[in-house]
């Protein structure tokens, strides 16, 4: 096999490696939203990203067949057991800005600056140290072990309709680059001991 053949993949893997290290630090979780009340019938998901470098959060749902009208959505942080229970608010109190009321249906996408106090509960701030940064550690680690969800209320359920905790399923731009990188190494050892 001609040198070029082996050449090709091992740069377009260091293309790739450059590429994910040049793109931003983010963490991501998903999660399906369904019901937190009993008789109540929304469903839907969620998709969160924590973009390190810029220190914002992108909050992303759809949703639909909730019993009653939305009324306020939240994002409530940090439950004393992992998937369950119930905790205050933590993102923008009293509901996410432009989140879409008045429907039983609806989807939605927004980035929240998190060094901006106004995203912030105040009470969500306190207990956490006092400062944004220190709230913004406290939910994405809430976000990591499960005990953080978003809440969407309704006319029907004013405690909360439907509910998600989210869990980490995206993996970070590096871990396809080496990804990349190692099926290269496995193709060019394949390609010598076919030479030899």
Known sequence: MALHHLVRPAAAAALLLLGATAQAHTQSWFGLLGPEATGATGSGSVFIEYDEDGNTLLIQTSFAGLSGNVTV???HCCTAVPGTGTAGVAIQPPSLID???GGTSGSYSKVFD???SATWSATFVTASGGT???ATAR???AFNTGNAYLNIHSTTFGS???RSF????VPEPSTYALMALGLG???AAAARRRRG
């Open 132 to 134: 944004t940064a220190a």
């Open 139 to 141: 939910l994405v680690n």
């Open 114 to 116: 998190l060094s901006a």
């Open 185 to 187: 190494a496995v193709g």
């Open 73 to 75: 959505a939240h994002i």
């Open 160 to 162: 909360g309709e439907i």
């Open 166 to 169: 989210v869990v980490s399923t």
């Open 99 to 101: 989140f879409p009321v």
